[in-house]
């Protein structure tokens, strides 16, 4: 079936570190996927998409790249502050327009 | 402002008392759900709905009931609370595309934070 799988948190990292949050896919087809945020005391809120193989999603200096070889959509930024400090949730889009997400990863930014 | 608006955003009941809460959405959405959020378990769907008077279950649907009467509004009733029901929920909207589908693009609700004693 379709599923998400996401590296376990919390991570925790000093400001201006590299970023890279795992995400695996298991699918029928090429599904949409999606990185959402959730800010401590928010609902999530999208962070980027891409809707087919070789897409690269951008925003608020994160990147993700549809690679249907390895069914991976792994998050990363080049360096971190501390106002990203979130829960963040990798998610894919089923042909029956229905939402699988993963199960979240914690990230700490240490000043 | 587009927004999705739940309320309460914190509650705290008893085993049985029936509670309502609310969602609504102010960009003519078509789409609309709702989502609890447990520690170690991430966000689990729980009811759906493509439009107005459709509504289908998610993947935990038991113990709960929802309605769509209006395009905006989309409640969450919970006819006797039980203990497991203490979580966080959340109500979220989409929009449909020109070709018809979802775009996947959600828009969530703040949260409420139920806790069931």
């Known amino acids: 079936g379709n599923s998400v799988t996401q590296m376990e948190g919390p991570v925790t990292l000093s400001e201006e570190a590299f970023l890279t949050i795992n995400c695996t896919y298991t699918a029928t087809g090429y599904p949409s996927l999606f990185w959402y945020v959730q800010y401590p005391g928010e609902g999530l809120q999208l962070l980027l998409k891409?809707?087919?193989?070789?897409d690269k999603g951008s925003n608020k200096g994160f990147e993700a790249t549809y690679r249907k070889e390895t069914t991976s959509f792994h998050l990363e930024k080049g360096s971190v502050q501390v106002s990203d400090s979130a829960v963040y949730f990798c998610?894919?889009?089923?042909?029956?327009?229905?939402?699988?997400f993963g199960k979240g990863t914690r990230l700490h930014i240490l000043p | 402002e587009a927004q999705v608006t739940q309320n309460p955003r914190y509650l705290i009941t008893v085993t049985g008392k029936k509670l309502t809460v609310t969602c609504s959405q102010n960009?003519?959405?078509?789409?609309m759900s709702w989502y609890r959020q447990d520690p170690g378990l991430g966000l689990r769907q729980i009811y759906y709905?493509?439009?107005?008077?459709?509504?289908d279950k998610g993947d935990v649907p038991e113990g709960y009931k929802v309605s769509r009467k209006e395009k905006r509004n989309f409640p969450l009733i919970l006819e006797s609370p039980s203990p497991n029901q203490t979580s966080l929920y959340f109500c979220?909207?989409?929009?449909?595309?020109?070709?018809?589908?979802?775009?996947?693009?959600?828009?969530f609700g703040e949260g409420s934070r139920l806790t069931v004693l």
């Open positions: 998610a894919l889009r089923r042909r029956d327009d229905k939402i699988i």
């Open positions: 960009m003519n959405h078509e789409y």
């Open positions: 709905s493509m439009n107005v008077e459709v509504t």
């Open positions: 979220a909207s989409s929009i449909r595309t020109s070709g018809g589908t979802y775009t996947g693009e959600l828009f």
């Open positions: 891409a809707t087919k193989a070789d």
